[in-house]
Nanobody
Framework: QVQLVESGGGLVQPGGSLRLSCAGSGFTFSSSAMSWYRQAPGKERELVAVITSAGGSTNYADSVKGRFTISRDNAKNTVYLQMNSLKPEDTAVYYC?????????WGQGTQVTVSS
């Protein structure tokens, strides 16, 4: 079955960095656009970044442009989110999403907390 397993979340101080990973299995990873979303308490889930199947194109929410970088390694079936210059408002559960030719799949999420 399809699995998306996120890792790399945690507690970090403002200005710090984290790298999230999402390992996919059970579907054709290299043919799927991948994205990261986040959901803060009391707020709706929002798109953070998206990358095309071959990695040739990326797009970011305005709030993270210049600070976050999405990338992928199709040989490892893994998508990454490098997060730099983290702010308290980046605190949220981060989810990865796979858009396959059949449907979208979601991971279980990983908590990122930015606090001093």
């Amino acid at each position: 079955q399809v699995q998306l397993v996120e890792s790399g979340g945690g507690l970090v101080q403002p200005g710090g960095s984290l790298r999230l990973s999402c390992a996919g299995s059970g579907f054709t990873f290299s043919s799927s656009a991948m994205s990261w979303y986040r959901q803060a308490p009391g707020k709706e889930r929002e798109l953070v970044a998206v990358i095309t199947s071959a990695g040739g194109s990326t797009n970011y929410a305005d709030s993270v442009k210049g600070r976050f970088t999405i990338s992928r390694d199709n040989a490892k079936n893994t998508v990454y989110l490098q997060m730099n210059s983290l702010k308290p408002e980046d605190t949220a559960v981060y989810y990865c999403k796979a858009d396959t030719i059949f449907r979208a799949y979601w991971g279980q999420g990983t908590q990122v907390t930015v606090s001093s």
